[in-house]
């Protein structure tokens, strides 16, 4: 099925450990991007990217890297994971215009749930 | 005060009741999104709207931008309906699209 895939669903870390959280689209969109939830706190944006090669930071991109070398895939790299870091993730993926089209719009990834002990 | 503001914050119905949730925004948006979270789950997007009203089901949304305003509706609501309803917009010429999130309404059914 199109969409956007994430995995893994579930994931325990130990602080300090690294790992990889997995997004990919099939839909051929421009627009890719991760955002963390957090009860009290909504959504808020980690990175986000344009296109391929392009990526830009968020409101809250510290202990986070990305990369964007295909426009199918955009994985989120903890590089040393904090408790602080314990959430639910979310990538998402939209076309460049937000148009009426049939086509555009948002999708979201049915999330990544982190724990970091 | 908050980009996006979303009210009420909760919000219990009995089963066929209609219910009414409200966002304003205070940003010129190229769009406004209603997306809905069931308890431990994902998020799906039910709506993108730039002008007008879209029906889908038993769910309607409107927007009058003049008022920046949006009004998502749901008829002959059902136990299923239980969810966390938010109102996301993204403002004008931002980049990569980014959305402005509301807190979120949570709707609780009865049967």
């Known amino acids: 099925n199109a969409g956007v895939t994430q995995t893994p669903k579930f994931q325990v870390l130990k602080t300090g450990q690294s790992m990889t959280l997995q997004c990919a689209q099939d839909m051929n969109h421009e627009y890719m991007s991760w955002y963390r939830q957090d009860p009290g706190m909504g959504l808020r944006l980690i990175h986000y990217s344009v296109g391929a090669g392009i990526t830009d930071q968020g409101e809250v991109p510290n202990g986070y890297n990305v990369s964007r070398s295909t426009t199918e895939d955009f994985p989120l790299r903890l590089l040393s994971a904090a408790p602080s870091q314990t959430s639910v993730y979310f990538c998402?993926?939209?076309?460049?215009?937000?148009?009426?089209?049939?086509?555009?719009?948002?999708?979201f990834g049915s999330g990544t749930r982190l724990t970091v002990v | 005060k908050n980009e996006v503001e979303q009210s009420p914050q909760n919000l219990t119905a009995q089963e066929g009741e209609f219910i009414t949730i409200n966002c304003s925004y205070s940003v010129g948006i190229s769009a406004l999104h209603w997306l809905q979270q069931h308890p431990g789950g994902g998020i799906v997007s039910l709506f993108m709207?730039?002008?007008g009203k879209k029906k889908h089901g038993r769910l309607i949304a409107t927007i009058n931008i003049q008022e920046k305003h949006s009004s998502l509706h749901i008829t002959a609501s059902h136990p299923r309906d239980s969810a966390v309803y938010i109102c996301?917009?993204?403002?004008?010429?931002?980049?990569?699209?980014?959305?402005?999130f509301g807190g979120g309404t949570r709707v609780l059914v009865k049967p």
């Open positions: 709207l730039s002008s």
């Open positions: 998402a993926s939209s076309t460049r215009t937000l148009g009426q089209g049939a086509s555009d719009g948002y999708t």
């Open positions: 996301a917009v993204s403002p004008w010429k931002a980049a990569g699209n980014k959305l402005t």
